[in-house]
């Protein structure tokens, strides 16, 4: 009596695999789009609970917060991509050390903020120091998201027209 042995031939190894190879390539850029999808919203997620943090830990502590942006968590450079740096506000010479450091990683995503101070200050009132100032994701040359910043210290998501009409601030 003959045995038949079970198995794959080549011929047919080859095809899964070069099915195996088609279905990777159209499946790789969708996979990269779910990655910045969801660095986009960590990062806007990350700012919006640190200024309802510093906001809230100016009025409890009756002191004034700075907000700042910085690449290496040492020193403010306003390089809010690497991530940023909660600290009570220096009072003359003194430096304090940091409250809350946090670090970014979005990739290719730029963040950025648009204000007339490159710093955030909340006072012990809860307002911030100067007017509106914006937070956005840059993403492909448009805006992917904003958040609005009002002298109050309150905070609002932007609407999809409102990232377009300002998306000229990602060219370049």
Do not use: Y
């Not at 080859?14 to 159209?26: E, H, N, T």
């Not at 640190?50 to 917060?65: D, E, G, Y």
């Amino acid at each position: 009596m003959r045995t038949r042995h079970q198995g794959i031939t080549l011929v047919e190894l080859l095809i899964i695999v070069a099915i195996l190879a088609i279905a990777a390539q159209i499946a790789l850029p969708a996979w990269q789009q779910f990655i910045n999808n969801n660095r986009s919203q960590s990062a806007m997620h990350a700012i919006e609970r640190t200024l309802h943090q510093a906001r809230a830990m100016a009025v409890t502590r009756k002191v004034s917060i700075e907000l700042c942006g910085s690449s290496n968590g040492l020193q403010c450079n306003n390089q809010w991509s690497q991530g940023w740096i909660l600290q009570p506000r220096a009072q003359g010479s003194s430096q304090l050390a940091p409250e809350q450091v946090v670090s970014l990683d979005t990739g290719d995503l730029e963040l950025q903020w648009a204000g007339f101070q490159r710093q955030i200050i909340f006072h012990a009132n809860g307002f911030s120091t100067a007017s509106n100032g914006r937070f956005f994701m840059c993403r492909d040359g448009a805006i992917d998201w904003q958040l609005v910043l009002n002298r109050q210290g309150r905070l609002r998501r932007s609407s999809t027209q409102e990232n377009r009409e300002q998306d000229h601030r990602c060219a370049g």
